[in-house]
């Protein structure tokens, strides 16, 4: 399970390092597998280029080679994407998440361009980013299948289509050595069961050891113990993107004390009433917690 940091802010809306910190420390004791630095999730359309480079640097600086971190780079620019890939120092990073181009809808001929541009353009391995219900475009299997099978350093794809039968067709037919990540929590449990790898995760900003448990147990074919952990936690992965993302993991985190709710426009946070449900599902975790080890 890797995870894809949030990035706190203080109530002057300036990041809280301090509270970034003890993220990543809370991540690395959960056993967390790796972590996604400057993904969607750390609301990066609103960070500036200075802060991006801050947090990326200070993640790598904290982290300290105790797990891999991996730095997204995306956007609907190539020729811009492939310049900041050749201006970022990589130093402390094992790989690129790159989200496909979002708003100008690109054909599938499009995307293939893009993505090799990208891998050409570097020797990082590169980890696709399928995500159409943000995007507005879905790189299709065969799309995906043509750059794992083209280009050595395109090693992954974080898929969060939802289409079951697409993801299905790039596990049957994929290489080897490419590995099949689901971006979505909600399916994780499933997709694991037809041959995901794994997930990089929005709850487990919150509950990293007990999501990276459920996970475990099924890549190792514990079925009825991962179904277990899946089903406690279906309610509270549909709080997590009622009012959006990452408002609904934020929310959860202020609760638990690790950081402050608070998030940058045109994000807000979650509604009074999706805060209270947040609190009685945690509430009713905690108690199961109580009687459980994982």
Known sequence: MGVA????????????FDALANLIEYQIYSDTSYLVVCGTTAETPTLTPAEKVAITQFVVEKVAGRIPVVLGIGGNNTAGVVEQIRETDFAGITAILSVTPYYNKPSQEGLYQHYKAIATSTDMPIVLYNVPGRTSVNISSQTTLRLAKEFSNIVAIKEASGNFRQIDEIIKNKPKNFIVISGDDGITFPLITLGAEGVIS??????????????????????????????????????LFVDGNPAGVKSMLSVMGLIKNNLRLPLV?????????????????????DKMLF
């Open 5 to 16: 940091l949030i990035t706190p802010f203080d109530d002057k809306g300036d990041i809280d």
């Open 202 to 239: 929005v709850i487990g900003n919150a509950f990293p050891q007990e999501f990276g448990s459920m996970v475990r147990f099924a890549l190792r074919g514990d079925l009825i113990g991962a179904r277990e952990i899946h089903y406690r936690f279906v309610e509270l992965m549909d709080l």
């Open 269 to 289: 946070p979650t509604t009074v009433a999706t805060m209270e449900k947040i609190k009685k599902v945690l509430a009713e975790i905690n108690k199961l917690e």
